[in-house]
């Protein structure tokens, strides 16, 4: 008995997902467990699976966002009468007739330009008006058949602006097979602007020029939308700061025998802890209400070539450095492969972004809404500091804090900084 294949429901924070791209055609045998189609949710992509076997007898919705649970095509055996199906998905969706598609009507397709010293398609009848309106007939484009010159051509074109052209312009323009209307000037046009045109056409035509316009992919829809919505919701301010990671960089080395831990890794670790003490930044504003927490969900910025995601670890304030790294590494494999689940993509409270590994020394991240601040990782460089009067060199890093500044003032930002550096420059206090 035929049914509808419909939207699954893929984590409990998702409600509406974009079938982006069909695995099987109308009419194809399907088994159960075949991969039907592909479903972008919340920047991820997911493979739908057959849920049992037939016939793909009819594609409902491509390349579209629905909710979850809306019909998006109809599975049956290969003879079966699925008009009352089609009726029903018709409604739902809001579509007329289903199986009615119209093909576009073929628009009028302009004439070709006439090149330089193509022999010229005009009636004697519109030739004798051009003679009479003193047009010259070789400027005007035509647009009757196969680019024939007509009698409302040459008068639209005596009506119209005409170009004082010099009869040395004139004569080479031919000669070279310029079309001397296309050159734009506001007064006479010279043997130099012919020349010119002349020129930088051929340039152009050497140089290939091209413009490639594409469609973008519901990932990068949805971080422009959530971009441009955080800059419109929250005034920012960024604070920088200069943190010595020697002492990180002795912990890292001391650990590497036993567990392989990255400097972001160390971040979370350390970051979560100091959020305890400043709620604000671990805050959400709703309304006229701001929400504080006793812990902490620490949000990763992964970048793929595709986009950015941001995976979160929960309760991240509560888990051992050794777990934090495995989670990390976990998550990131999965999301270049778009293997996150939604729910691994929501209930961030903080997040960390670090461009550190493309040498950036300083930028201005923007808040991962609704949060209201996150940290941007930057390179670490040697330099030269001044430490008991002695100029030493250190290996620095810069840390840049955008905040919102409707939550967190720059007193709690700056304090929240320096706590940060003291922790991170001394890790051992994690231990008191």
Do not use: C
């Not at 020697?246 to 025998?257: F, I, P, T, Y």
């Not at 400097?263 to 350390?270: A, P, S, W």
């Not at 804090?401 to 550096?421: P, S």
Request: aromatic share 4%; charged share 30%.
């Amino acid at each position: 008995m035929a049914e509808f294949i419909v939207m699954p429901k893929m984590g409990l924070t998702m409600t509406k997902g974009m079938l982006t791209n069909w695995r099987k055609k109308e009419g194809d045998l399907v088994n159960k467990g075949d991969i039907l189609f592909d479903v972008e949710t919340d920047k991820i992509t997911n493979k739908v699976e057959a849920q049992r076997s037939g016939v793909l007898r009819k594609i409902l919705v491509d390349k579209e966002t629905v909710n979850v649970f809306t019909p998006v095509g109809i599975i049956g055996t290969a003879d079966e009468d699925i008009s009352e199906l089609l009726k029903e998905a018709a409604k739902e969706l809001g579509k007329e007739d289903i199986q009615t598609v119209e093909a576009p009507k073929e628009a009028k397709k302009p004439a070709p330009a006439r090149q330089g010293g193509e022999r010229v398609k005009i009636s004697p009848r519109a030739k004798k008006i051009a003679k009479d309106l003193n047009v010259d007939y070789n400027l005007v484009t035509g647009t009757g058949p196969d680019g024939a010159i007509t009698e409302e051509d040459i008068r639209k074109f005596a009506e119209g602006p005409k170009a004082k052209v010099s009869p040395t312009a004139a004569v080479l323009a031919d000669q070279l097979g310029v079309d001397i209307h296309k050159i734009e000037k506001d007064n006479r046009i010279m043997k130099a602007d012919v020349i010119k045109y002349k020129i930088d056409e051929s340039l152009a035509k050497y140089a290939e020029p091209r413009e490639d316009r594409q469609p973008m992919s519901n990932m990068r829809k949805i971080i422009a939308e959530r971009m441009l919505h955080s800059v419109q919701t929250s005034p920012t301010v960024t604070y920088n700061i200069k943190v010595d990671t020697s002492a990180m960089k002795r912990l890292r080395d001391e650990l590497m025998d036993k567990l392989k831990v990255s400097y972001t890794d160390m971040l979370v670790k350390i970051v979560s802890h100091v959020l305890l003490d400043f709620p604000l930044l671990n805050s959400t504003l709703d309304g006229n209400e701001i929400i504080t927490r006793n812990y902490v969900n620490m949000g990763v910025a992964v970048a793929l070539p595709a986009g950015l995601v941001v995976p979160v670890i929960k309760f991240a304030n509560v888990k051992g450095l050794k777990e934090i790294s495995s989670e990390i590494k976990n998550l990131s494999e999965r999301a270049k492969t778009n293997d996150l689940l939604p729910d691994e993509l929501t209930g961030g409270t903080f997040t960390i972004s670090n461009l550190g590994m493309f040498g950036i020394e300083s930028f201005t991240p923007i808040i991962n809404q609704p949060e209201v601040a996150i940290l941007g990782v930057n390179a670490i460089n040697k330099e030269s500091v001044v430490v008991n009067d002695e100029l030493v060199i250190k290996p620095m890093m810069n840390l840049s804090l955008t905040a919102d500044h409707r939550v967190v003032d720059g007193a709690v930002a700056a304090e929240f900084l320096a706590k940060l550096k003291e922790y991170l420059e001394k890790p051992g206090l994690l231990l008191l």
